[in-house]
């Protein structure tokens, strides 16, 4: 069954793919005719991170496939990164009048959505987020203070220093929790190992250091939420979610069971229905 997907996955790159912008910050490839969809990966992650989901969306609508800066095969840029990403995005979406798409976003791409949506006047269809946080940082570091957070420190430092090996180990152990599908691992790992180095250090500095959990307050197109539960459980991961989103006035969100930080490896079915369900 997953050898004819790709299959079919191929056949739509030949009869409906091209490549609508190669930009400094981003790559994009357009698949499908219809009503837009940009889709956003996480960090490290090629677009093709949703090619099993565009055998399905690319039937009816024009998926907008991206590809950031540093990730795949392309070419990095200068830091900030993440402002760079975003500032050329809204050029994308103004010079080919899709502001009111609908934005998909898996974690660091979901946040860019949610940051996006922030924007005054911005009439996106809606924004779909897929386990992603407006705030990273809070997450991750205790008595979270973003102006405390800087690209040179020793940390950083660290991983800038360390060899091809170690580092391979660290993207292995990290790969092995972020999908209960284990036929998946490989794959995340080889997209952390392909990474510029500068930009998975300070690029994800940029994204440590965003802080949306006050500015969602300002976005007034509806939200769907996606939530992977593993490997914290349910409970934790609803406060965690409700303490971050507390200030989003327009949401929806749901909680993908059995599923970890991939959702579209462990929950492919359920994630599809979701998206679709949210896009009628």
């Known amino acids: 069954m997953k050898s004819i997907k790709y299959i079919i996955l191929f056949t739509v790159y030949l009869t409906s793919f091209s490549l609508e912008a190669q930009n400094n910050a981003f ?43 540093g990730f795949g095969n392309v070419p990095a840029i200068e830091k900030p990164w993440l402002s760079k990403i975003k500032n050329e995005i809204s050029l994308y979406i103004s010079s080919r009048k899709l502001e009111k798409a609908t934005i998909i976003g898996h974690s660091l791409g979901g946040t860019i959505g ?53 580092f391979e180990a660290m993207a292995t152990q990290m790969a092995s929790g972020m999908a209960l599908n284990t036929d998946r691992h490989q794959q995340i790992k080889d997209w952390i190992l392909m990474s510029d180095r500068e930009t998975y250090v300070y690029g994800f500095t940029d994204l440590l250091k965003l802080d ?56 492919p079915d359920w994630l599809l229905e979701q998206i679709n369900e949210a896009m009628q």
């Open 27 to 69: 790559e994009v490839q357009v698949i499908g005719k219809g009503e837009p969809i940009l889709l956003f990966p996480g960090f490290t992650c090629t677009g093709s991170v949703w090619d099993e989901l565009i055998i399905e969306l690319s039937k009816t609508k024009e998926c907008h496939i991206f590809t950031f800066a």
């Open 212 to 267: 949306l959990r006050e500015d969602i307050a300002k976005i007034t197109v509806p939200v769907i939420i996606l939530a992977a539960t593993k490997p914290y459980g349910e409970e934790t991961v609803r406060k965690t979610y409700e303490d971050q989103y507390k200030n989003l006035k327009n949401y929806t969100i749901k909680y993908a069971m059995e599923s970890a930080h991939f959702i579209m490896y462990d929950q």
């Open 114 to 166: 949610l940051s996006l949506a922030i924007d005054e006047n911005a009439e996106y269809h809606e924004i779909i987020v897929v386990d992603a946080l407006p705030s990273t940082g809070a997450l991750m570091i205790p008595n979270f203070n973003s102006d405390t957070i800087v690209y040179d420190n020793p940390y950083n430092q660290r991983l800038l220093d360390m060899d091809e090996k170690n």
